[in-house]
């Protein structure tokens, strides 16, 4: 299994500029994150989804968009970068509400 | 809301010494409580999580964890301090009501081991 992985792994946007990040797991898990983490901030919650089809805003979704077509895929959009959403962004998933959480190794994200 | 502190935002200790790690916790319903690390430039891996029974919980690399109920306490702690345990640490906490899917972590503890 390779788990979680997230594509790319680094990025330099223009202000106004869209892109899509990448999150693939192949373990099969119903529940999948996008987190945001910020220096000395800890991890923000952005969407998660409970399943295909199903997706829910987190603690700072604005800015972002999400869609769960399949099990595996989770992509998070960036409509319009800002400055503000410079940061680096985890994916996650988990086979349950109460399992481990498996993350991805990371986009850093730049928007200048 | 649910909520985590980890008050110390640097801990240093010298190698072979007993570390903690410090966490408190805030849910309206039962916690399920969860350790991260974070080595540089990689994402978060899991270290142990209490969900119920025992409040002596023991995880990966030698680390254990106490749930304290009445202080809404998690302290990470480990006997015998290795080098190769800096990194950062995060606590999270998600409340056991069905319905609540979303896991919020604490700003995370550098931890540094002094050869």
């Known amino acids: 299994n390779a788990g979680v992985t997230q594509t790319p792994k680094f990025r330099i946007l223009k202000i106004g500029q869209s892109m899509t990040l990448q999150c693939t797991q192949d373990m099969n898990h119903n529940y999948m994150y996008w987190y945001r983490q910020d220096p000395g901030m800890g991890l923000k919650l952005i969407y998660y989804s409970v399943g295909a089809g199903i997706t829910d805003k987190g603690e700072v979704p604005n800015g972002y968009n999400v869609s769960r077509s399949t099990t595996e895929d989770f992509p998070l959009r960036l409509e319009l970068a800002a400055p503000s959403q410079t940061s680096v962004y985890f994916c996650?998933?988990?086979?349950?509400?109460?399992?481990?959480?498996?993350f991805g190794p990371g986009t850093r994200l730049t928007v200048l | 809301a649910q909520s985590v502190a980890q008050p110390e935002d640097q801990v240093n200790v010298a190698e072979g010494n007993p570390l903690t790690v410090k966490c408190t916790y805030s849910?309206?319903?039962?916690?399920?409580l969860f350790w991260y690390v974070q080595y540089p430039n990689r994402g978060l891996q899991f270290l142990l999580k209490y969900i119920t029974g025992d409040n002596l919980v023991k995880g990966s690399y030698g680390f254990e964890a106490e749930f304290n109920k009445s202080q809404t306490s998690f302290h990470l702690k480990k006997p015998s301090a290795l080098v190769s345990d800096s990194a950062l640490y995060f606590c999270a906490v998600r409340d056991s009501g069905a319905g609540s899917y979303q896991l919020t972590f604490g700003k995370g503890t550098k931890l540094s081991v002094i050869p």
């Open positions: 996650a998933s988990t086979p349950g509400r109460t399992d481990t959480q498996y």
């Open positions: 849910v309206s319903g039962n916690p399920y």
